[in-house]
């Protein structure tokens, strides 16, 4: 069966059949400096060695999948990224005609001669390998999705086999629900289900699902629906494939409502892929709805937490479409990843500088990040034409390393903007630290030892550089190209410093406005004090220190989205900070804001403007600065 259900709409969607691109930048919130100075401010400033704990997220508990499945973020190739550009030469015959046959074979033969030894081991084979140059769909007797001839003449067995003989593993693409050009007349049989048609899998009405409307949708009332997806599983376990990227999935892939809730699907997926006894790596995208990161860390290995890297356009990727939005949509997942799942930020495009369309720096601080939100590191560029620099990132064992340990996901420390410090806590209690410059020129970025819970001196390794640097007190301060970054591996050699707590709910605190005291079961004290919006204000009084100083303050807030709020002390007229998201309302994380407090009592005011502002736990005051 041969049909295009994508072609009346490749014209109106650019980079159909995929997602939606951002043609928006993301916001950058620079906050100059008043009372409140940013943790990571372009100043550097004599900072004090005191600093509060800051609260390290937990790696999430083992999925229920087969943990061992995916252990670590996996690493390899996708075809995707080529796909879909137009960079000269890359698709001779029209849109997302890169992939052939021949092609992946030729990146998994360069994949297994320059990556495979640096843990390189995935060829994944993205969207239109059962279509034909035209993109139309072509389904075997059971409604399957069946390669086009043309691209792969061999089969898609047959290109697994290749796969497996250079010792790396092979992956595929579907996209979720019954595709419409497999529907037939509703008549169309499922393999291995006596009595079950198409029409039997599906809603009677024939009900829409996926990112593109372009499948109907599965009723898993029926038994039908489940064999129809068995029926799918074991034809790619015949086959002998170990990756399916199962795409557009829903609530996400900018669709809600209930005809776009796959979960069931996903569920039956991972049911099906069981079923078949071999280890399947289940992958989901895109733009993952947050809200059933439970269910999608339940019934899969990794799931796409946002919209594609790829720009659709001369090159594979640009800074502002989309690398750099996942500075702000990262964090909100730093909770939900870890052993058997892992947030998936797509895919890692820094090998070859003219193809991919970014600086050095760009490039370094693409692969810097991925890196620290243990994102799996798949690369889609043309493996064949690396350039040095590019080969210099993928390869970058000790980078690699923040990627595959076990430590947890990292968060940012300091708000939202220009410049940002992110880390995590290692197991050996050492600390990866990485400094961000993502405005559009040059700009020193602070990293206070502080914003990490020690003070004092500590010893750092530069990772990029494969060099330790020396001894630093107190702090790291490094100039940094626009879009740049440095990452490190800080270990204390000082002392914790003690703080004092003082919690928002306290009789002490004055609020004012809208801002009320709420329960909050995740809170230190139990309650938080939210409903910080309309000119609304918590101020906490009676803050003592005995030397007045630039003091780092631990804030305690939750956020489900990322939300601003001016912070000042005493009667400073205060800077607006954006802080990140924490990923829901019910969850508690911490960042850094460096405030001018003077020797004896102070105040410390959170005023939310006429904007919707965080909720706030607590803060953690250092007792000297």
């Known amino acids: 069966m041969r049909s295009s259900p994508y072609r009346a709409l490749r014209g109106a969607l650019p980079g159909f059949p995929r997602r939606f691109t951002r043609a928006m930048a993301a916001l950058a919130v620079t906050a100059g400096l008043a009372t409140a100075?940013?943790?990571?401010?372009?100043?550097?400033?004599?900072?004090?060695?005191?600093?509060?704990?800051?609260?390290?997220?937990?790696?999430?508990?083992?999925?229920?999948?087969?943990?061992?499945?995916?252990?670590?973020?996996?690493?390899?190739?996708?075809?995707?990224?080529?796909?879909?550009?137009h960079y000269p030469g890359l698709n001779p015959k029209g849109n997302y005609s890169y992939l052939t046959e021949a092609n992946v074979l030729k990146q998994t033969d360069a994949l297994a001669t320059t990556l495979k030894k640096y843990g390189y081991s995935y060829v994944n084979i993205d969207a239109g390998w059962w279509m034909d140059d035209n993109w139309a769909s072509?389904?075997?007797?059971?409604?399957?999705?069946?390669?086009?001839?043309?691209?792969f003449p061999h089969g898609m067995k047959s290109v697994a086999d290749h796969i497996h003989s250079k010792g790396l593993k092979a992956g595929i693409y579907l996209p979720v629900g019954l595709e419409k050009g497999a529907y037939g007349d509703g008549k169309v049989p499922i393999w291995n289900a006596p009595g079950c048609t198409t029409a039997d899998a599906v809603y009677p009405d024939l009900r829409t699902t996926n990112g593109w409307d372009s499948a109907y949708k599965l009723d898993f009332d029926s038994?039908?629906?489940?064999?129809?997806?068995?029926?799918?599983?074991?034809?790619?376990?015949?086959?002998?494939?170990?990756?399916?990227?199962?795409?557009?999935?829903?609530?996400?892939?900018?669709?809600?409502?209930?005809?776009?809730?796959?979960?069931?699907d996903v569920a039956a997926w991972n049911k099906a892929i069981a079923d078949t006894g071999r280890p399947i790596h289940l992958e989901l995208s895109w733009s993952l709805d947050i809200g059933h990161a439970a269910d999608w860390r339940k019934y899969a290995n990794g799931w796409r937490i946002d919209t594609d890297v790829e720009c659709y356009c001369d090159t594979l990727v640009t800074w502002e479409n989309s690398v750099n939005d996942r500075w702000n949509d990262a964090p909100a997942w730093s909770g939900k990843a870890g052993p058997g799942g892992w947030n998936d930020l797509d895919a890692i495009d820094v090998g070859n500088g003219a193809m991919d369309g970014l600086t050095q720096a760009e490039r370094q601080s693409y692969m810097t990040l991925w890196a620290i939100n243990k994102s799996p590191l798949f690369t889609g560029d043309d493996i064949t034409k690396l350039d040095s620099y590019g080969l210099s990132l993928l390869t970058n064992q000790e980078v690699i390393g923040v990627d595959q340990n076990t430590s947890p996901v990292a968060r940012p420390v300091t708000p939202m903007g220009d410049q940002q410090v992110w880390g995590t806590k290692n197991s050996d209690g050492s600390y990866t630290v990485a400094l961000f410059n993502l405005g559009n020129a040059p700009a020193s970025v602070t990293a206070d030892w502080a914003s990490f819970g020690f003070t004092g001196a500590a010893s750092v390794r530069d990772l990029w550089g494969?060099?330790?640097?020396?001894?630093?007190?107190?702090?790291?301060?490094?100039?940094?190209?626009?879009?740049?970054?440095?990452?490190?591996?800080?270990?204390?050699?000082?002392?914790?410093?003690?703080?004092?707590?003082?919690?928002?709910?306290?009789a002490n605190s004055t609020l004012t406005g809208n801002a009320s005291v709420a329960t909050c079961e995740s809170c230190s004290g139990g309650k938080k004090v939210g409903n910080l919006y309309l000119d609304s204000k918590l101020q906490f009084n009676d803050i003592t220190v005995k030397k007045g100083g630039i003091y780092t303050v631990n804030v305690a807030y939750v956020s489900g989205d990322s939300r601003s709020v001016t912070v000042?002390?005493?009667?400073?007229?205060?800077?607006s900070l954006k802080f990140p998201s924490t990923g829901d309302w019910g969850t508690v994380d911490t960042v850094n804001v460096q405030l001018a407090l003077k020797a004896g009592s102070n105040s410390i005011t959170f005023d939310s403007g006429w904007d919707y502002s965080p909720d706030i736990d607590r803060i953690d005051v250092p007792k000297s600065a």
């Open 568 to 575: 000042y002390s005493n009667s400073g007229n205060g800077t």
């Open 223 to 264: 038994p039908c629906a489940q064999k129809y997806v068995d029926s799918q599983a074991q034809m790619f376990a015949d086959w002998g494939y170990d990756f399916l990227k199962l795409d557009g999935v829903g609530p996400g892939s900018f669709k809600s409502g209930d005809n776009y809730d796959n979960v069931p």
């Open 37 to 85: 100075i940013p943790a990571a401010a372009t100043q550097a400033m004599a900072v004090g060695s005191q600093s509060t704990p800051t609260a390290v997220t937990p790696a999430a508990t083992t999925a229920d999948t087969t943990s061992a499945m995916a252990a670590k973020p996996y690493m390899g190739w996708s075809s995707w990224s080529m796909q879909s550009s």
């Open 466 to 506: 494969h060099q330790n640097v020396g001894t630093y007190r107190n702090k790291i301060t490094a100039t940094l190209p626009a879009h740049g970054s440095r990452l490190f591996t800080v270990k204390p050699g000082g002392a914790r410093l003690a703080t004092t707590r003082y919690e928002a709910e306290s």
């Open 138 to 151: 072509e389904f075997d007797q059971y409604g399957r999705q069946t390669p086009d001839p043309v691209r």
